[in-house]
Nanobody, 119 residues
Framework: QVQIVESGGGLVQPGGSLRLSCAAS????????MSWHRQAPGKERELVAF???????TQYADSVKDRFYISRDNDTITSLQMNDLKPEDTAVYFC?????????????WGQGTQVTVSS
């Protein structure tokens, strides 16, 4: 059974950093596209970044380029390093997974972890 659990969210001041982790169970991520998405109050869920397991290729939303970094730490953990956080990064962050070599739209979702950027 495919399960995804996010962790690492919390409250951080503007300019600070957080590292989110996405733990997969029931599968290994080598043949999956793992992605991070976020949803702020009153807004639609949006793609933040994804990584393609078979190639290591990554892609980022323009709003987080050069601040956020996605990585496959091992066969079951995918992380999102978030630096220079801004209040507009406040959202619930979701990890997603799809068995694919190119499609980043998740077939499976985690429950989300709250990130709040505020002084």
């Amino acid at each position: 059974q495919v399960q995804i659990v996010e962790s690492g969210g919390g409250l951080v001041q503007p300019g600070g950093s957080l590292r989110l982790s996405c733990a997969a169970s029931g599968f290994t991520t080598g043949k999956y596209v793992m992605s991070w998405h976020r949803q702020a109050p009153g807004k639609e869920r949006e793609l933040v970044a994804f990584i393609i397991g078979v190639s290591g290729k990554t892609q980022y939303a323009d709003s987080v380029k050069d601040r956020f970094y996605i990585s496959r730490d091992n066969d079951t953990i995918t992380s999102l390093q978030m630096n220079d956080l801004k209040p507009e990064d406040t959202a619930v962050y979701f990890c997603g997974a799809r068995h694919s070599s190119y499609n980043y739209v998740p077939a499976h979702w985690g429950q989300g972890t709250q990130v709040t950027v505020s002084s």
